[in-house]
């Protein structure tokens, strides 16, 4: 009987299988007593009857000799079971014996014979049996078993309770370096340390725990050969004693490698590819594709990228990439040889001579790129010396990081436009590049060419709105008699584009000048588009010397005619436009007029914020306005506000950008700003300084919203520089009038001006009087210019007409018009003025 009889689970085991022994005519001269518990049998009634006697049906006695493979039915000896039988000597079959009970049983049995030297005649059999069940479940455990160690699909191990290798089979690690005879040896005499101890601490908690591992991946390396080893899946139980104590673990190994690699590559290009799709911004967007691709895929990865990309110009499209290549973005742990020294790349792409040891992708995991002429090129053995007179050197792009010992590039190319590349260096124990990693990189640079060129084509769009924006914004600080103004205006973030913000100095007539700020909801070029429409109509209706609160109504009828004209564009007409937004939201508007003269700031807003006044003695409020409602919604009438400001106030205008930003309420926006205008110290210091330092820092992340900020600090007009007379409503006054302002004019030292000045007062007056009556009322302004008022208590324009030949009258404001430098007439609350202007000489 073989050794491993001994086991309690082989059904012919000593210790629990039935035994008989026949004599050589089949009689049974004895029987155990697990054979009577298994028939239910006693010994004392089977011994010395025949063995026939057993069978369930006794007719079927050559049936079961019958199966060892030999025709004579009269005796036992020299039976032998044919071959593949377990065991020289015997034989092994199935009967159906006859149970106590008197229900059949079905057994398996193995007869062996006892020939040690027998007289003829006296041969003797031992027959064991156990039911068929045990004995068919043993044979398929036994099957198993040597099966699994004779396949080769996978890596078969038994190790004992010290963790040293009973059993392998040959595909135990199909890898460089695994010894071929593996018995007693432990997994630390051929593997690296830390690998080893991996396994070992995972192998010895299986045999603490009786918990089997189930599907556990680690990396496997070989002392003679560390360089990227092998992923394997492990897979481990435990093995018992009959008694129950450990005797050791089973183990399965599967390299899993090559799966491991394709799911990596699939993580590295989703991983990639999210990278790719977070902005706007051609940097960022190379940036963050670096950063995957770094340690994971390269120890070292560099984009260059066309110099004109990086201003949303547009690569030649002849395929050929003969613009100077910058580097753009680097990452990884020799970056910094990258950055020095090797800013610019003039060789084209187009000119690159292959490398003895370069290949290229053919595209079998991840489909062709776009054209042969986008394919990637691979180099291996960088660092080795030539092995032959004719080999060329590697090219430049390859030797750039020290140590590389292998490196890959693929073309950006979008719209069949090359404008860059991608390069990978691998240094150290990093495994040398296949075909399979440069095919990936070949689909990461293709996706991240269409990344990079829409950024490279938002950025282009982007320069036109904000340039175009720009063009529409007054300059930033102006000086004014009435006003020192400073202006800014921050875009909000890359990926939200530019918006609609827009502030506005307007010079108006007697030294007063018009604030405005104003906001179009909505970024890109629509809404741009959309500002400087209303820029344009503020500025018209400002020369018209409206009054705030009239001038916001005429914009909100513009705003709706613009809406309604959107509305009946046909949408399938190509060339109807972009649509405009209008409605609630359309936009915002803040307009005041500050006169240096009385002290006095009129505004009305639509919409908008309220301003911001710091005072003086240093206290900041906002003025209590009653807004209307945005540009666009029309039918609401817009209320005016009138607040006298003390000289050297600042008054704060801004959009709604600055206040709200998702930080707390409006409340708390308006309170940060009114800290900010006390901390940039606007009392004290210039505006064009100051406003940086009220935007500083704000806010700690990207810019939701644009931000337009117009300070002004308000001056008044000395009353030295200004005189006033009331005249009756006599044209003999006409007299007076002129040695009045011929008078004052002396006193101010402008003699130049006297014969202008003479001339227009004296037209001015005498239209007022003739036409209006009276009283008149005759101002002169010195300031940057010197400005001549005439009011009255009529409404009606006055209107300039070509006079006749004929005629003899006709032409005074054709006079004044050709005297001044600028003229017009305004309404007042009691009837109109009519303003001439004139430049004052220089000193």
């Known amino acids: 009987m073989r050794a491993t009889e001994n086991n309690q689970d082989y059904p012919f085991a000593a210790t629990n299988t039935a035994a008989a022994l026949l004599d050589d005519s089949g009689t049974v001269l004895a029987w155990t007593p697990a054979a009577e518990a298994l028939l239910d049998r006693r010994s004392a009634d089977v011994c010395g009857r025949p063995a026939r006697d057993l069978l369930a049906d006794a007719g079927s006695w050559e049936a079961v000799l019958a199966q060892s493979g030999q025709k004579d039915q009269e005796g036992w000896e020299g039976r032998e079971g044919p071959a593949g039988w377990e065991g020289p000597g015997g034989w092994e079959g199935r009967a159906t ?20 030297g027998a007289r003829e005649g006296t041969a003797r059999c031992l027959v064991l049996g156990a039911p068929l069940e045990l004995v068919a479940s043993w044979r398929q455990d036994h099957a198993f078993t040597q099966e699994l160690f004779l396949q080769g699909r996978v890596g078969l191990a038994v190790f004992d309770a010290d963790l040293r290798l009973l059993r392998t089979n040959s595909h135990l690690l199909p890898y460089t370096g695994v010894p071929v005879d593996l018995s007693g040896r432990r997994l630390a005499d051929f593997l690296w340390a830390e690998d080893a101890r991996i396994i070992d601490d995972l192998l010895r908690e299986v045999m603490r725990s009786g918990i089997p591992l189930i599907g556990l991946n680690t990396t496997v390396r070989t002392l003679d050969d560390p360089r990227g080893g092998r992923v394997v899946t492990i897979q481990a139980f435990r093995l018992q004693e009959p008694d129950g104590h450990p005797m050791g673990v089973a183990t399965v190994f599967t390299d899993v490698t090559d799966h ?20 706007l911004s051609v940097l960022r967007t190379v940036e963050d594709l670096v950063k995957v691709l770094t340690p994971a895929f390269g120890d070292c990865a560099a984009v260059d990228l066309a110099e004109t990309v990086l201003t949303g110009g547009e690569p030649p499209a002849d ?31 187009a000119a690159a001579v292959p490398h003895p040891n370069a290949t290229e992708a053919d595209g079998r995991e991840f489909g062709p790129s776009e054209g042969r002429g986008c394919r990637g090129e691979l180099i291996t053995g960088l660092g080795t010396p030539p092995t032959g007179p004719g080999d060329d050197a590697a090219p430049e792009w390859a030797t750039t990081v020290p140590g590389a010992h292998a490196a890959m590039t693929a073309p950006l190319c979008a719209r069949g436009i090359r404008f860059g590349r991608l390069t990978l260096w691998r240094t150290g124990d990093s495994p040398p590049p296949d075909e399979d990693d440069l095919a990936l990189l ?51 973030d890359a990926d939200s584009g530019v918006g609609g913000d827009w502030f506005d100095v307007i010079p108006l007539s007697s030294a007063r000048v018009a604030l405005v700020v104003g906001d179009v909801a909505g970024h890109g070029l629509h809404a741009t588009a959309m500002m400087g429409r209303l820029r344009s109509a503020v500025r018209a209706m400002a020369d018209l010397e409206l009054e705030p609160e009239e001038l916001l109504a005429h914009v909100d009828d513009m705003v709706l005619q613009v809406a309604a004209e959107a509305e009946s564009d046909d949408p399938e007409d190509g060339d109807a436009g972009v649509p405009v937004p209008s409605g609630p939201a359309g936009a915002t508007c803040l307009y005041a007029v500050y006169d240096p003269v009385t002290r006095t700031c009129v505004m009305a807003s639509a919409g908008h914020p309220p301003p911001a006044v710091v005072s003086p003695d240093g206290t900041v409020e906002y003025v209590e306005l009653s807004p209307g409602p945005p540009l666009g919604v029309g039918g609401w009438p817009f209320e005016p506000v009138e607040r006298e400001l003390p000289p050297g106030s600042v008054l704060a205008l801004y959009s709604d950008g600055l206040i709200e930003r998702g930080e707390g309420d409006i409340d708390q926006g308006m309170d940060d700003l009114a800290e900010r205008l006390l901390r940039a110290d606007v009392l004290g210091r210039p505006l064009r300084q100051a406003r940086h330092d009220i935007v500083e820092g704000l806010p700690p992340g990207r810019l939701r919203d644009d931000v337009t900020l117009l300070l002004a600090r308000t001056r008044v007009v000395d009353p030295g520089s200004l005189a006033t007379w009331w005249l009756d409503a006599d044209p003999a006054i006409v007299g007076d009038a002129r040695h009045l302002v011929l008078d004052q004019l002396t006193v101010w030292d402008l003699d130049e001006l006297a014969f202008s000045t003479e001339l227009i007062v004296s037209e001015l007056v005498t239209n007022a009087i003739r036409h209006a009556g009276g009283p008149v009322r005759l101002r002169l302004i ?21 006079a006749r030949s004929s005629e003899e009258g006709g032409r005074g404001l054709y006079i004044v018009a050709q005297l001044s430098h600028r003229w017009g007439s305004r309404y007042t609350g009691g009837g109109k003025t009519v303003w001439s202007e004139q430049n004052l000489p220089l000193a």
């Open 442 to 492: 070949e689909e990461i640079a293709a996706r991240a060419a269409v990344a990079v060129d829409n950024a490279r084509r938002y950025t282009k769009e982007r320069r036109t709105a904000v340039g175009l924006q720009r063009s529409l914004l007054p300059p930033a600080t102006s000086e004014r008699p009435a006003l020192e103004a400073a202006g800014l205006y921050l875009p909000a």
């Open 782 to 802: 010195r300031a940057d210019t010197l400005t001549c008022e005439v009011s009255d208590a009529s409404n009606t324009q006055p209107r300039m007409r070509r």
């Open 319 to 349: 395929g050929r990439l003969t613009l100077p290549l910058i580097r753009l973005a680097v990452a990884g742990a020799e970056s910094a040889a990258l950055r020095t020294g090797t800013a610019q790349f003039p060789a084209p792409l």
């Open 260 to 279: 491991e690699r394709s799911r990596g590559r699939l993580d590295l290009l989703y991983r990639a590819t999210g990278a790719l799709g977070g902005s």
């Open 97 to 116: 014996l006859r149970h106590g009970s008197g229900r059949e049983l079905e057994i398996g049995f193995r007869v062996i014979p006892l020939n040690d």
